[in-house]
């Protein structure tokens, strides 16, 4: 089944956040496929905030690939950023299997740099610009 949800503006990211946690709840391994600027970060911060993560603490892991932050019950959100990773050996070596294989939720930006690795149960979201400057993320049930 295909799914999306639209995103007028920016003030309506919390509810899309809201709307796309409800629609893939129970989803561990979620890679966002967009081209730069699109609003891959911004829209994981929403979903971070929506899960009670501080917003304060989400931020681009650019330099340090992975950011670890804490929902209100302690459990760990992983947050990537491959778009640095030149060859896979790079995501190996943070103990890439050991994060997707925790059982905590792990949102991806920039998956097509690793996407050898990924398993088949991730979720692939795209995130599309409309010419008027709207998003829209979509993705496929497997």
Request: glycine content about 8%.
């Amino acid at each position: 089944m295909r799914h999306s949800i639209h995103i007028a503006a920016l003030e309506s990211i919390d509810s899309a956040a809201g709307q796309f946690l409800e629609e893939t709840r129970g989803r561990k391994l979620i890679a966002f496929y967009a081209p730069m600027g699109a609003g891959k970060t911004t829209f994981i911060t929403a979903v971070c905030r929506a899960l009670g993560v501080d917003g304060d603490a989400v931020s681009s892991p650019t330099f340090s690939i992975v950011n670890e932050y804490r929902l209100p019950d302690g459990e760990p959100v992983f947050h990537f950023d491959f778009y640095r990773i030149n060859r896979l050996a790079e995501a190996l070596d943070i103990g890439f299997y050991d994060y997707i294989d925790s059982g905590s939720l792990c949102l991806m930006e920039w998956p097509e740099n690793i996407e050898e690795l990924l398993p088949e149960e991730t979720l692939r979201v795209s995130i599309s610009v409309l010419p008027d400057g709207s998003r829209t993320l979509s993705w496929e049930d497997r």
